[in-house]
Nanobody, 127 residues
Framework: QVQLLESGGGLVQAGGSLRLSCLAS????????MGWFRQAPGKEREFVAA????????NYATSVKGRFTISRDNAKSTVSLQMNSLKPEDAAVYYC????????????????????WGQGTQVTVSS
């Protein structure tokens, strides 16, 4: 079992920044590719960003590319999402997720393939 705990959400004005963090515990963190997803009220959960086990490969949703940055620290078992230039449409509950992968250089963008999920952290962006 892997436990994931997100933090860093909150209320921010449009154009502002937030940094989300996700602390993992329970298993060897470096064995897991990590992803961030978000879900707004009445909408499906959507992919935001993903990072490979070794941190060398990242991928972003088109809507956040150039504004968000995903990173990980395997020594600290954390994955982070730096969010800049936030827009009202970025408001959602943000979830981190972990997927056990053999390859160290791949990632996943599909929510259904992830093995573990955090409880989520709310991000609110005021216009």
């Amino acid at each position: 079992q892997v436990q994931l705990l997100e933090s860093g959400g909150g209320l921010v004005q449009a154009g502002g920044s937030l940094r989300l963090s996700c602390l993992a515990s329970g298993r060897t963190f470096s064995n897991y590719a990590m992803g961030w997803f978000r879900q707004a009220p009445g909408k499906e959960r959507e992919f935001v960003a993903a990072i490979s086990r070794n941190g060398a490969i990242t991928n972003y949703a088109t809507s956040v590319k150039g504004r968000f940055t995903i990173s990980r620290d395997n020594a600290k078992s954390t994955v982070s999402l730096q969010m800049n230039s936030l827009k009202p449409e970025d408001a959602a509950v943000y979830y981190c997720a972990a997927r056990l992968l053999q390859s160290s250089s791949t990632y996943s963008t599909v929510p259904s393939v992830y093995d573990y999920w955090g409880q989520g952290t709310q991000v609110t962006v005021s216009s």
